[in-house]
Structure formats: structure tokens, C-alpha cells
């Protein structure tokens, strides 16, 4: 990150006195952590400010910024009890508000959330009179009562000990499906909302009495949804609607489309500044209205991070925040800032496939992108824009990655570019790409499927079915070699084939004791043993010989097995579609999930491990979950010792003239300031203001334009803060 130099403009309550500064502070040694949950934030769906915190609800959690020293902190599944809603919404934060008490309340797809700063409390259908639905849109009134806008279940109102719903069946609000809520000066609540037989329109709900405006009794446009409810500073409400906005002062009612005015299509949300002026976030961008003019701002005319804008807030300096659905931007007028909202690179939360390669980098294939992770540092190739869900992943000998795409084919990355076959450069089909292997001889074994298994020399293709093979099935699921060059293919409603490169051999229920022939999931062990999951949860064994089958229903793992891994210590991981996992080894039983730990989706796709017996699981939404009983050990480096403490290294050269290289260590993933003042605590420059991974770092300090003297580079990170002196002569 590139340095700031702040002399001419300093903010007073970034000064502190020296005394202060030559205090080194005492490392202190946290728990060990069991659980990691790396996400991608991009997603904005919440903007709030309470004092000198701007809390952000995003796709992969929630993230607390300090406006102050622009430290962040972020909370996930791995570190809080933010719910995963069934197998997908995990982490998924949709709204935020503060409370007098500076209590911080979430909205989330599973229920309430309140965080007191240290204290978590979770307000579910399971454990309170919460009915249930995704909490879309919080208010809190004077009297600290929480309102819900709920999706599916009504207004909510929680006073922190009883839960009042009104519904259509017992109030006269007349949908269930609420997107928003807003509370004027006078105490009524505005309400946005919809259901697929009733017509839409705004609600007022006085304490006592419903109004419904709608397009049969006011001047309401028809049918048309409402998204978002704000009031601007004369009390007018203003509700942005899928075609446009509409302003209802009570009486009158002006409606603004793309025809008449120069609104863009699709507005989602719209805040008025600290100058009444408002602004509009729709598909097309950032707009800005005064009354008279409007201006969008774009991906084609400024940094906008994206064209979909979904949430807006202002802080105290009237810099506006914009959430989009690929970042968070902060917009001073002139120019926008990006602010990272990820704890990790991931590109997408729906991880698919994972590859650990040679050279110890860690591969991920998702649902938008390819990604590595070299220990320090995350990196996504440029590729085209059809690489996405990818299915799997695999090396050949020369070093490319091959990659299945689910949607459209193959790809081969040589490290540079990508390689695209298709059906329309080659004899494939044209969608549903399952996995793929790499046998001895860089031979490619392509599961699809409806159209059989596909082998790929490099040259030729061949195509095996049920037509000109073996192949009991062309719906093919998975697919492993063994030692002795023998293809396992599991196809779902075929059973299991062995293929021998000349013979193939079946093994279903009518000839052997695999409990079913759908198939979904095959694992070799290291004895050469198969392993076997199925649907339904059915998972089998055979050692070439007999056939164990083993049966988990009694403990409700019902769903399809969609991963099979063995660890050193010969334990099994079964991952399941909607049920989490399963770890066994004879009568020795564990199971995971969502409500009994830090996984963050029950909807598994792979388990793995890295060096350090750390295991990576790839999710359905929730990102990557990283587990090791007793304490993960150095996940953010799985082929070299990461360091396990912090320290800051004295700068060298010192002194020094004009350039000088600060170093220092980072002992677990943390949010990393290094900033440094000159003698009388004002900060001068900020070297580092970002999310770290465990591991050694070094960054220059270039004083040119600063005054010859002392100055002091302070580290703070996690609970490590320490400060060390250095001396700029000219």
C-alpha cells in the first residue's frame, strides 16, 4: 500500500502524547483457534455509522471499520454467531442499527442478532417468538423498540422481552413480504412490501390504524414494488420502486422515471445527504439529485466499483459510502475510494474445487473465478468471462491447471492465459461438466453429465457411453485412478465401474452389496480401498472383496454425499449436500455442522487438508471454512513455517536519508496498521492500513519533505502494539 503523508492537514484525536509513544505494549497470547471462515465481502447490502464505527453487512459478514485509525475487524461464522439460513445466506448480513445504548443490531436471512461490543445474542423461530422470515429492514423507535421488516412472516416489533407480529391474517397490513421499514418524527411506521396476490403499494401503520396508498385509491403507480423508504428533510417520503421513484408529501404524489426525468432504470436505494440533497442507487450506478439536476455516476465515467448499487450512507464528514455488488466505495464529491470488505481474495462465497499443487500453492475454483493463495497473498487471473463454476480442478505434468466448467466446457491455465474447449472447438457437449482427472500419462478423464465420460490425449478425443462401452450410466458423477491405472467411475443410477482400459466391470445393487447405484461420490484410500457415497446419504466400502456399508440416517444425515476425504490418521470426512460432515474412524464418530461449530455451511462440496493437517472445506455461500482441532496451525502458509508471534524489526538504515525500509512479522491473520508520527504524536504518514496474513513483511518509508529528526513507526495488530524510534538525517 502506498504511503500518505499528512503534514499540513492532521486530525487532533490522532495525537497522543510521547510518553504514550514509548510504551511498548505486552502481546497478549489468545485461545487457539479452531475454526477460519475466509469469505468475499463484496456484496454491500449495509451501511451504518454509530460514532466513529461504520459498520458494513455484507455477502461474506459483517465489518466493523474505526473511522478513526481505519482499523477493521470482521466477524463470519468462524468467529460469531451469524446464522447460516439452510445450505445458503451464511454470513449474510442485510441490515444494521444502533441502539441508545450503542447496542448493534443485524438483520440476517435466519433472525435478529444483537452485539453489545462483546456479547452475542441470536433471536431465531428455534429460541424466541422471532416467527421466522429474512429480516430485510430494522428501525428502532424512541422507545428502543426493534421493528422488522420480515420477508415471508410480517412487521416484527421486539421491546428486548416480548414479540409482537402483525401479518395479513391478523392486522390490517396487507402482505407478508416486506422489503422495508421507516420510521417519520411522528412515530408512524412506513412499510414497503409485496405478495403475488396482492397489489402493491405503501403502508402507514399510525400505532392503531392502516393505510394502504396504492394505484386504486391515491396517486401510487399501479402495481409497482417498493424496495426503500427514506424521508427528506422536509418529512416527504420518497420510495424507490422498480420503475422509478415516487414522492408523496401527504397529498400530492410526483412520480420519476427514466422517461421523464433522468432517473435510471431500476432504482434499489436512496438516501438524502447532510445537504438534503439525494441520492439514487440503481443498476446503472450512483445518481444524484438536487431538485433540479441530475448526474449518474458510472463504471464509464468514474472509479464506481459497480454499476449495482445497493446500499448509500453518509459519514460525518458528508462523504458519501456507496455499497455496490462488487465493493465499497467511499465518495467524496470528486473521486472514489475502494475499501477492501473481504477477509480473504476469494472472488465468490460458493467454492467448488480445490487444488493444492507443488509449489504449495493452494488453488480454488469458484463460482466467478479461479483463485491461488501462496500463504501471503491471494491472486485471480484475468481470465474470460465463461471461466466460472468451476466444478474441479487438476494439474498435469507440465504444470498447466485443467479445470471443468460446469456451464461451459474445459480450461487449461499454463500459469499466463487460458485455453478454452467447448463445443464448439471441440467434439464435447455444450454444458454440465462434472470433474475430471489426470492420469500417468497426462490424459485427461472428463465426467459429464448426460453425455458419458470423455479421455483427451492432448490430440484426440474419445467419447465412452452407454451406447459404444461399459458404461452402465452417462450421467457420471466422480471418478479416481488407482495404483494399477484402473478407472472408478460412479455414475448416478448405474452403480460403481471399474475400467480397466480394456474390461469394465459393474458393481450395482443387484450384483453386489453397494446400497445404491446413484452414486455421487468416489475416494480411494491409501490401501487401494474404494470408497463410496451415495444419495441419500448411503455410503459403502470395498476392499476388493466385500463390501461394508455404513449407515448414518439415525443421526439425520440424509442428503447426497458429495465429498470423501481420508486423513493421515485414517479418520473419513464425509461431506454431505445439506447436512455437513461426518468424521469417523470405526466406533469413533463426530459430526459437524453449522449449529455445534464454526462451519459455515452445511452444503459441502470438498474436504481437503493442507500440510499442516489444517482442513479446507469448500462451501455452498459460505466461503471457505478452515478447521483443526486444538488450534489451527499456520493456515495462511501450508508450505513454509509461518511465525507464530508479532514483532517490529528496528528500520534499516538508521538514520537514514531519505529512504528507510521498516519490517516487520504478523503471527496470525490480522488487521495491520503501521503508521508513523513525528515528536509530537502527529501522524504523519500511513505505511500500512490493511487485512494481513501470517507471515514476514517489509515496506519503505520515503521522509522526503518531512524535517530532519525524530520519528516513531507504531505496529497494531490484533492485540500487538508497539512502537520503535528512528532518526531522518538530511
Not at 433522468?262 to 432504470?265: E, F, H, V
Given at each position: 500500500?502506498?504511503?500518505?503523508?499528512?503534514?499540513d492537514?492532521?486530525?487532533?484525536n490522532?495525537?497522543?502524547?510521547?510518553?504514550?509513544?514509548?510504551l511498548?505494549?505486552?502481546?497478549?497470547l489468545?485461545?487457539?483457534?479452531?475454526?477460519?471462515?475466509?469469505?468475499?465481502?463484496?456484496?454491500?447490502?449495509?451501511?451504518?455509522?454509530?460514532g466513529d464505527?461504520?459498520?458494513?453487512g455484507?455477502?461474506?459478514?459483517?465489518?466493523?471499520?474505526?473511522l478513526i485509525?481505519?482499523?477493521?475487524?470482521?466477524?463470519?461464522?468462524?468467529?460469531?454467531?451469524l446464522?447460516?439460513?439452510?445450505t445458503?445466506?451464511?454470513?449474510?448480513?442485510?441490515?444494521?442499527e444502533?441502539?441508545?445504548?450503542?447496542?448493534?443490531?443485524?438483520?440476517?436471512?435466519?433472525g435478529?442478532?444483537?452485539?453489545?461490543g462483546t456479547?452475542?445474542?441470536a433471536?431465531?423461530?428455534?429460541?424466541?417468538?422471532?416467527?421466522?422470515g429474512?429480516?430485510?429492514?430494522?428501525?428502532i423507535?424512541?422507545?428502543?423498540?426493534i421493528?422488522?421488516?420480515?420477508y415471508?412472516?410480517?412487521?416484527?416489533?421486539?421491546?428486548?422481552?416480548?414479540w409482537?407480529?402483525y401479518?395479513?391474517?391478523?392486522?390490517?397490513?396487507?402482505?407478508n413480504?416486506l422489503?422495508c421499514?421507516?420510521i417519520d418524527?411522528?412515530?408512524?411506521?412506513?412499510?414497503?412490501?409485496?405478495?403475488?396476490?396482492?397489489?402493491?403499494?405503501?403502508?402507514?401503520?399510525d400505532?392503531?390504524?392502516?393505510?394502504?396508498?396504492?394505484?386504486?385509491?391515491?396517486?401510487?403507480?399501479?402495481?409497482?414494488?417498493?424496495?426503500?423508504?427514506?424521508f427528506?428533510?422536509?418529512?416527504?417520503?420518497?420510495c424507490?420502486?422498480?420503475?422509478?421513484?415516487?414522492?408523496?408529501?401527504?397529498s400530492?404524489?410526483?412520480?420519476?422515471?427514466?422517461?421523464?426525468s433522468?432517473?435510471?432504470?431500476y432504482?434499489?436505494?436512496?438516501?438524502f445527504?447532510?445537504?438534503?440533497?439525494a441520492?439514487?442507487?440503481?443498476?446503472?450506478?450512483?445518481?444524484?439529485y438536487?431538485?433540479?439536476t441530475?448526474?449518474?455516476?458510472?463504471?464509464?465515467?468514474?472509479?464506481?466499483?459497480?454499476?449495482?448499487?445497493?446500499?448509500?450512507?453518509?459519514?460525518?464528514?458528508?462523504?458519501?459510502?456507496?455499497?455496490?455488488?462488487?465493493?465499497?466505495?467511499?465518495?467524496?464529491?470528486e473521486?472514489?475510494?475502494?475499501?477492501?470488505?473481504?477477509?480473504?481474495?476469494?472472488k465468490?462465497?460458493?467454492?467448488y474445487?480445490f487444488?493444492?499443487?507443488s509449489?504449495?500453492?493452494?488453488?480454488f475454483?469458484?463460482?466467478?473465478?479461479?483463485t491461488?493463495f501462496?500463504?501471503?497473498?491471494?491472486?485471480?487471473?484475468?481470465?474470460?468471462?465463461?471461466?466460472?463454476?468451476i466444478?474441479?480442478l487438476?494439474?498435469?505434468?507440465?504444470?498447466n491447471?485443467?479445470?471443468?466448467?460446469?456451464y461451459?466446457?474445459?480450461a487449461?491455465?499454463n500459469?499466463?492465459?487460458?485455453?478454452?474447449?467447448?463445443y464448439?472447438?471441440?467434439?464435447i457437449?455444450?454444458?454440465?461438466?462434472k470433474?475430471?482427472?489426470?492420469?500417468n500419462?497426462?490424459?485427461?478423464w472428463i465426467?459429464?453429465?448426460?453425455d458419458?465420460?470423455?479421455?483427451?490425449?492432448?490430440?484426440?478425443?474419445?467419447?465412452?457411453?452407454?451406447?459404444?462401452s461399459?458404461?452402465?450410466?452417462?450421467?457420471?458423477?466422480?471418478?479416481?485412478?488407482?495404483?494399477?491405472?484402473?478407472?472408478?467411475?460412479?455414475t448416478y443410477g448405474?452403480?460403481?465401474?471399474?475400467?480397466?482400459?480394456?474390461?469394465?466391470?459393474?458393481?450395482n445393487?443387484?450384483?453386489?452389496d453397494?446400497?445404491?447405484?446413484?452414486?455421487?461420490?468416489?475416494?480411494?484410500?491409501?490401501?487401494?480401498?474404494?470408497?463410496?457415497?451415495?444419495?441419500?446419504?448411503?455410503?459403502?466400502?470395498?476392499?476388493?472383496l466385500?463390501?461394508t456399508?455404513?449407515?448414518?440416517h439415525?443421526a439425520?444425515?440424509?442428503?447426497?454425499?458429495?465429498?470423501?476425504?481420508?486423513?493421515?490418521?485414517?479418520?473419513?470426512?464425509?461431506?454431505?449436500?445439506?447436512d455437513?460432515i461426518?468424521?469417523f474412524?470405526?466406533d469413533?464418530?463426530?459430526?459437524?455442522?453449522?449449529?455445534?461449530?464454526?462451519?459455515?455451511s452445511?452444503?459441502?462440496?470438498?474436504?481437503?487438508?493442507?500440510?499442516?493437517?489444517?482442513?479446507l472445506?469448500g462451501?455452498?455461500?459460505?466461503?471457505?471454512?478452515?478447521?483443526?482441532?486444538?488450534?489451527i496451525?499456520?493456515?495462511?502458509?501450508?508450505?513454509?513455517?509461518t511465525?507464530?508471534?508479532?514483532?517490529?524489526?528496528?528500520?534499516?538504515p538508521?538514520?537514514?536519508?531519505?529512504t528507510t525500509?521498516?519490517s516487520y512479522?504478523?503471527?496470525?491473520?490480522s488487521f495491520?496498521?503501521?503508521k508513523?508520527?513525528?515528536?509530537?504524536?502527529?501522524?504523519v504518514?500511513?505505511?500500512?492500513?490493511?487485512?494481513?496474513?501470517?507471515?514476514n513483511?517489509?515496506?519503505?518509508?520515503?521522509a522526503?519533505?518531512?524535517?530532519?529528526?525524530?520519528?516513531f513507526?507504531?505496529?497494531k495488530?490484533?492485540s500487538?502494539?508497539?512502537?520503535?524510534?528512528?532518526?531522518?538525517?538530511?
Open positions: 500500500m502506498a504511503q500518505t503523508i499528512k503534514e492537514k492532521m486530525k487532533s490522532l495525537k497522543f502524547i510521547l510518553p504514550f509513544l514509548l511498548l505494549a505486552n502481546i497478549t489468545s485461545q487457539p483457534v479452531e475454526w477460519i471462515n475466509y469469505t468475499y465481502g463484496g456484496e454491500i447490502n449495509a451501511i451504518h455509522q454509530n464505527i461504520m459498520w458494513i455484507t455477502s461474506g459478514g459483517l465489518v466493523k471499520i474505526n485509525t481505519n482499523e477493521k475487524e470482521f466477524f463470519n461464522k468462524g468467529n460469531s454467531p446464522p447460516s439460513y439452510s445458503t445466506s451464511t454470513n449474510k448480513v442485510l441490515d444494521i444502533t441502539d441508545s445504548e450503542g447496542n448493534v443490531w443485524l438483520g440476517t436471512y435466519a435478529l442478532i444483537k452485539y453489545d456479547n452475542w445474542e433471536y431465531t423461530r428455534y429460541n424466541s417468538g422471532f416467527p421466522g429474512y429480516v430485510q429492514d430494522i428501525e423507535d424512541l422507545a428502543g423498540n421493528w422488522m421488516a420480515t415471508g412472516e410480517g412487521l416484527v416489533v421486539f421491546d428486548g422481552t416480548d409482537v407480529v401479518n395479513r391474517e391478523n392486522s390490517g397490513l396487507p402482505v413480504y422489503y421499514v421507516e418524527n411522528n412515530g408512524n411506521k412506513w412499510i414497503g412490501g409485496s405478495d403475488n396476490d396482492t397489489t402493491n403499494g405503501l403502508i402507514k401503520f400505532g392503531s390504524t392502516w393505510t394502504v396508498y396504492n394505484g386504486y385509491n391515491s396517486g401510487f403507480p399501479g402495481y409497482e414494488r417498493i424496495i426503500d423508504i427514506k427528506d428533510e422536509d418529512g416527504e417520503v420518497w424507490a420502486t422498480y420503475s422509478g421513484l415516487v414522492n408523496f408529501n401527504g400530492t404524489w410526483n412520480i420519476y422515471t427514466p422517461n421523464n433522468g432517473l435510471p432504470t432504482p434499489y436505494c436512496i438516501f445527504d447532510n445537504e438534503g440533497v441520492w439514487i442507487g440503481s443498476v446503472q450506478g450512483l445518481t444524484r438536487d431538485g433540479l441530475w448526474v449518474t455516476y458510472n463504471s464509464e465515467n468514474s472509479d464506481i466499483p459497480n454499476n449495482y448499487v445497493r446500499e448509500i450512507n453518509v459519514d460525518s464528514e458528508n462523504n458519501l459510502w456507496v455499497g455496490t455488488n462488487k465493493g465499497l466505495a467511499v465518495f467524496d464529491g473521486n472514489f475510494t475502494s475499501i477492501e470488505t473481504s477477509n480473504s481474495g476469494l465468490d462465497n460458493r467454492v474445487s487444488l493444492k499443487s509449489d504449495g500453492k493452494l488453488w475454483g469458484t463460482q466467478t473465478a479461479l491461488s501462496d500463504g501471503k497473498d491471494w491472486f485471480t487471473p484475468a481470465s474470460p468471462i465463461n471461466v466460472s463454476n466444478s474441479s487438476a494439474k498435469d505434468s507440465d504444470g491447471i485443467w479445470m471443468t466448467l460446469y461451459g466446457g474445459i487449461k491455465y500459469g499466463s492465459s487460458f485455453t478454452i474447449f467447448d464448439q472447438n471441440s467434439p457437449p455444450s454444458f454440465y461438466f470433474t475430471l482427472t489426470i492420469d500419462n497426462d490424459k485427461l465426467a459429464t453429465e448426460d458419458g465420460l470423455y479421455k483427451y490425449d492432448g490430440i484426440n478425443w474419445f467419447n465412452y457411453n452407454i451406447q459404444n461399459g458404461l452402465p450410466n452417462n450421467e457420471v458423477t466422480s471418478i479416481v485412478i488407482d495404483n494399477l491405472g484402473n478407472k472408478w467411475i460412479g448405474g452403480g460403481l465401474a471399474k475400467f480397466t482400459g480394456s474390461e469394465w466391470i459393474i458393481y445393487t443387484q450384483n453386489s453397494l446400497p445404491s447405484n446413484y452414486v455421487t461420490a468416489v475416494q480411494l484410500d491409501p490401501e487401494g480401498g474404494i470408497w463410496v457415497g451415495c444419495r441419500f446419504g448411503e455410503l459403502a466400502f470395498y476392499n476388493g466385500n463390501w456399508v455404513y449407515e448414518f439415525q439425520g444425515y440424509y442428503s447426497d454425499v458429495l465429498s470423501i476425504y481420508i486423513d493421515d490418521e485414517g479418520y473419513k470426512w464425509i461431506g454431505y449436500k445439506y455437513g461426518i468424521k474412524k470405526d469413533d464418530i463426530e459430526y459437524i455442522n453449522t449449529e455445534n461449530s464454526g462451519l459455515s452445511d452444503y459441502i462440496y470438498f474436504i481437503d487438508s493442507d500440510e499442516n493437517g489444517n482442513m472445506i462451501t455452498n455461500d459460505g466461503g471457505l471454512s478452515v478447521y483443526k482441532k486444538g488450534g496451525t499456520s493456515v495462511e502458509n501450508s508450505f513454509e513455517n511465525p507464530s508471534d508479532f514483532q517490529l524489526h528496528q528500520n534499516y538508521n538514520p537514514f536519508n531519505p525500509t521498516l512479522t504478523i503471527g496470525k491473520p495491520v496498521s503501521l508513523v508520527y513525528d515528536v509530537l504524536g502527529n501522524e504518514a500511513t505505511l500500512v492500513d490493511e487485512y494481513k496474513t501470517a507471515g513483511y517489509k515496506i519503505e518509508f520515503n522526503e519533505g518531512l524535517s530532519s529528526g525524530i520519528y513507526y507504531r505496529i495488530a490484533d500487538f502494539n508497539q512502537v520503535k524510534k528512528m532518526i531522518y538525517l538530511k
